[in-house]
């Protein structure tokens, strides 16, 4: 039996494909965290496993649905995600075959209309199918990891995600993202500077544009490096305005 967990918010312009492409598995779970669009209500055209939950972050989030989960594997995606036919063929062998506890899928992203393969983006091998018993999620509030105990092998089929589908998305998680990643490194004592900020940007745009050749994706490969320079530099420009409202206590 597979189990799907998904954690949304404010997911209308994805949730429909991702649940669609998961419409075969024997149980989907969706933790939304206070949608103010119809993203609940399009949940429920799929699954009658839709909760309503409070955000304490990625992490604690993804564990409570795992909690939920009553599969003896559960396979956890994002609401920008799709499985397609041949993934789930893979998916479904991987668990018959039973020779492992966890699998790595490799992740396709997309942005604003483009495959991306480069950039440090593809192949982009994320731990997303495991055996139940055998998997916890992180605590952290962003960029968590799930850790799974026993054998990880790898699948070949790509997870299909849509990472951004137009300027205002990307806009839109740089800004939520960099908020995140501010908080997180402020509560791990992180202190920063102007000149940190500017730098941590500058870097992140030659590492992306040039040393992982986002160059060779074209428009959307210089538009990529920039989002990413730009979600860097706003990540510590933030860490830094906490650092300043805390010294000021």
Same mark, same amino acid.
């Given at each position: 039996?597979?189990?799907?967990?998904?954690?949304?918010?404010?997911?209308?312009?994805?949730?429909?494909?991702?649940?669609?492409?998961?419409?075969?598995?024997?149980?989907?779970?969706?933790?939304?965290?206070?949608?103010s669009?119809?993203?609940?209500?399009?949940c429920?055209?799929?699954?009658?496993?839709?909760?309503?939950?409070?955000?304490?972050?990625?992490?604690?989030?993804? =564990?409570?649905? &795992?909690?939920? $989960?009553?599969? *003896?594997?559960?396979?956890?995606?994002?609401?920008?995600?799709?499985? !397609?036919?041949?993934?789930?063929a893979?998916?479904?062998?991987?668990?018959?075959?039973?020779?492992?506890?966890?699998?790595?899928?490799?992740?396709?992203?997309?942005?604003?209309?483009?495959?991306?393969?480069?950039?440090?983006?593809?192949?982009?091998?994320?731990?997303?199918?495991?055996?139940?018993?055998?998997?916890?999620?992180?605590?952290?509030?962003?960029?968590?990891?799930i850790?799974?105990?026993?054998?990880?092998?790898?699948?070949? =089929?790509?997870? &299909?995600?849509e $990472?951004?589908? *137009?300027?205002?998305?990307?806009?839109?998680?740089?800004?939520?993202? !960099?908020?995140?990643?501010?908080?997180?490194?402020?509560?791990?004592?992180?202190?920063?500077?102007?000149?940190?900020?500017?730098?941590?940007?500058?870097?992140?745009?030659?590492?992306?544009y040039?040393?992982?050749?986002?160059?060779?994706?074209?428009?959307?490969?210089?538009?990529?490096?920039?989002?990413?320079?730009?979600?860097?530099?706003?990540?510590?420009?933030?860490?830094?305005?906490?650092?300043?409202a805390?010294?000021?206590?």
């Amino acid at each position: 039996m597979l189990s799907v967990i998904i954690i949304t918010k404010n997911e209308a312009q994805h949730i429909s494909r991702c649940l669609a492409s998961v419409s075969w598995a024997d149980e989907i779970i969706v933790l939304d965290s206070g949608s103010s669009d119809n993203t609940v209500e399009l949940c429920k055209v799929y699954t009658d496993k839709v909760f309503v939950t409070d955000w304490p972050g990625f992490g604690i989030q993804k =564990q409570r649905a &795992l909690d939920k $989960a009553g599969g *003896d594997w559960v396979l956890s995606i994002d609401a920008d995600e799709q499985v !397609s036919p041949q993934l789930q063929a893979e998916i479904i062998q991987a668990m018959q075959n039973n020779n492992a506890d966890g699998f790595e899928i490799p992740r396709l992203s997309s942005y604003c209309g483009r495959e991306m393969k480069h950039g440090g983006w593809w192949p982009d091998y994320v731990l997303r199918l495991f055996k139940r018993e055998s998997g916890k999620f992180s605590s952290e509030l962003v960029h968590e990891r799930i850790y799974v105990t026993g054998k990880i092998a790898q699948l070949t =089929q790509p997870l &299909l995600h849509e $990472a951004f589908i *137009d300027p205002e998305e990307v806009l839109h998680k740089i800004n939520s993202y !960099s908020s995140l990643g501010a908080r997180k490194l402020h509560e791990a004592g992180k202190k920063t500077s102007l000149s940190e900020a500017i730098l941590k940007g500058l870097w992140t745009f030659i590492r992306t544009y040039f040393v992982k050749a986002a160059f060779l994706d074209g428009r959307q490969g210089l538009m990529l490096a920039i989002s990413n320079a730009e979600g860097a530099y706003y990540k510590y420009v933030k860490l830094l305005d906490l650092n300043n409202a805390q010294g000021k206590k």
